[in-house]
């Protein structure tokens, strides 16, 4: 079979140079999530703006997320580069704005514009890496991406923390100018500008406006899942502010999806989904972020509230956890490439993934550090070929034209998958906690009178980062101070044992992505480009070099 060179054909120092400047952004993308989210307690101090705290996170995710698919539809259209500089110059620009943000107002409306660039980052990255090399190529580059990742999150809490304690928390986000302004003139100097040859397609204006539509009501539902009211009470699911959102999304997305099933270039195409592999992909990567979220939110919570160590180092005691994932994330990448094959390693991971998952059920407020990093670490080593693994599959099962589209898809999926997680998840710890503090604190020797004074509390206010023994203090009569210890055990392994529980849906949302990674049909990577146009065989289409039309 002849070898196909890959869409833009350049010399190999010039394709390393453009992986270095992508990887920079994506980098610059995952970094701030992690330095942001270790400044953030300070920043609304600060601008005294505690209400609004929540608002800081939920509209960078909301526009971050709902612009993804529309990059990768109109990159494909208009070509990677233009669009990959339109997002980091955004997502700069309102870097800078949140930077000197001088109310709350401004910085949830600064940090919603950068998120409009940052959906533009880590899709249309991938997507580069698919124009640079052949399938066969990518996975051994696709695998740095998950180390991007899983560096950033071992950066991001120090860098935030010391910049914050040591300078000022404007700082955190000014950071991020001089390293995208890097990745801006590599990719502008020396990436070209490619798109399929032909007509320009048309927008689908209206399929857009239908996708943001369904899209924020959702985004916005599942975070409201996971406050609580003026009372101190929990919002339920059916709530109007997470019920209602939620019907209204569903809704929604069902006047999308009948939108696209009847414009000529839809932004989502649906004939994607009848492709098995692409299909089973995605469905994959929803399932694993629903578990991997629950793990890499949730045990940062779990050192804090019951191993009382600050945020930035429950950060670092995800250490076994990241190294899993960015070892395994590489090696997949470079057993793909050399290989072709994927389908048997995927599974693999997916049910060691799985094993991981039911490991970390066990968890108790007195495990042993060597278990729980052992317990991580298996974790990691089963997520981390998905990073790359993935990504290399989608885009082979997909013509040329549509890689960009199809991989922001998969980066969609992966990113709701986890927003669904954690709504579900923190209904299901704020549950298992309130029928285990009961049992716990009678364990403890605590009298019933005091167990029903408890029982009241909610979750929420009983397992808050801080002094739990000053905190006992202040609020109980003297009588029955002594119990505060016994009090604190309690409140610390129903906690430890809520989080665990929780690991309960990872280990079934995880099963169930072993079944859609055995689904997958084993497609051998291409070592050309593969079809022009998408076909009910496109899975097993004799290979064809698309036209290109390359401009600077």
């Known amino acids: 079979m002849s070898q196909v060179q890959p869409s833009i054909q350049l010399s190999q120092r010039a394709r390393l140079a453009i992986v270095g400047a992508v990887m920079l952004g994506l980098f610059l993308s995952a970094l701030d999530q992690t330095v942001v989210g270790t400044a953030l307690p300070t920043i609304v101090t600060d601008l005294g703006g505690n209400s609004l705290y929540v608002w800081v996170v939920t509209a ?28 980091i110059c955004l997502f700069l620009v309102g870097s800078a704005l949140s930077g000197l943000s001088q109310n709350m107002a401004e910085l949830i409306f600064f940090r919603g514009l950068q998120g409009l660039g940052a959906g533009a980052l880590f899709p249309i990255s991938l997507a580069i890496i698919g124009d640079l090399f052949t399938p066969r190529e990518r996975g051994k580059y696709q695998g740095f991406f ?32 001089p390293i995208g302004i890097v990745a801006l003139v590599v990719i502008s100097s020396i990436l070209p500008n490619h798109r399929s040859e032909g007509p320009r397609p048309s927008i689908d204006y ?4 239908v996708f943001t539509a369904a899209v924020i009501p959702l985004l916005i539902g599942l975070t409201e899942k996971g406050l609580t009211t003026t009372s101190g009470q929990p919002i339920g699911w059916l709530d109007w502010r997470v019920g209602g959102l939620l019907a209204l999304a569903a809704v929604l997305g069902g006047v999308f999806v009948f939108v696209e099933s009847r414009v000529a ?3 989502v195409p649906l004939s994607l989904f009848r492709v098995r592999t692409y299909a089973a992909s995605q469905v994959a990567m929803f399932l694993l972020s629903f578990g991997f979220f629950i793990g890499v939110i949730f045990l940062p919570r779990y050192f804090q509230a019951v191993r009382d160590i600050s945020a930035t180092a429950s950060g670092y005691m995800l250490w076994p956890l990241l190294l899993g994932l960015m070892g395994t994330s590489v090696l997949a990448g470079l057993v793909i490439s050399r290989t072709g094959r994927y389908k048997m390693l995927l599974v693999g991971a997916m049910v060691v993934s799985t094993i991981g998952m039911l490991l970390m059920t066990q968890l108790s407020a007195t495990v042993g550090d060597w278990s729980l990093w052992a317990w991580m670490f298996v ?3 089963g997520i981390g070929p998905s990073m790359s693994g993935y990504t290399v599959v989608v885009q082979n ?6 890689i960009g589209v199809a991989t922001s898809n998969l980066t969609f999926f992966r990113q709701v998958g986890g927003s669904v997680g954690l709504a579900v998840a923190g209904t299901y710890l704020g549950s298992t906690f309130t029928s285990q503090l009961p049992k716990n604190l009678a364990r403890a020797g605590v009298p019933k009178p005091l167990i029903q004074h408890f029982k009241a509390g909610s979750e929420a206010s009983l397992t808050g980062v801080g ?6 203090a202040h609020v109980l009569p003297p009588a029955v101070q002594h119990f505060i210890p016994g009090i604190i055990y309690a409140i610390h392994e129903s906690l430890a044992q809520a989080i665990g529980g929780s690991f309960w849906l990872a280990v079934v949302a995880t099963g169930l992505a072993v079944l859609a990674a055995l689904y997958m049909k084993e497609v051998p990577l291409r070592t050309s480009l593969g079809p022009k146009t998408l076909t009910p065989q496109a899975e097993t289409a004799p290979e064809a070099e698309p036209e290109l039309v390359v401009t600077p």
């Not at 990159?75 to 990959?84: A, H, P, V």
């Not at 950066?155 to 935030?160: A, I, K, R, Y």
């Open 60 to 87: 960078y995710l909301v526009t971050s997320t709902v612009t993804i698919p529309i990059y990768g539809k109109l990159s494909d259209i208009f070509g990677r580069k233009i669009m990959l500089i339109i997002g």
């Open 146 to 177: 998950g180390a991007v990742f899983g560096l950033a999150f071992l950066v991001g809490p120090f860098l935030g923390g010391f910049i914050t304690d040591n300078i000022s928390w404007h700082w955190v986000f000014y950071v991020n100018i």
């Open 206 to 209: 209206l399929g857009t406006l």
């Open 265 to 267: 270039e839809p932004i």
């Open 379 to 381: 974790m990691g080593v």
């Open 397 to 402: 099962a997909v013509p040329q034209s549509a």
């Open 467 to 472: 002094n739990l023994s000053r905190q006992l």
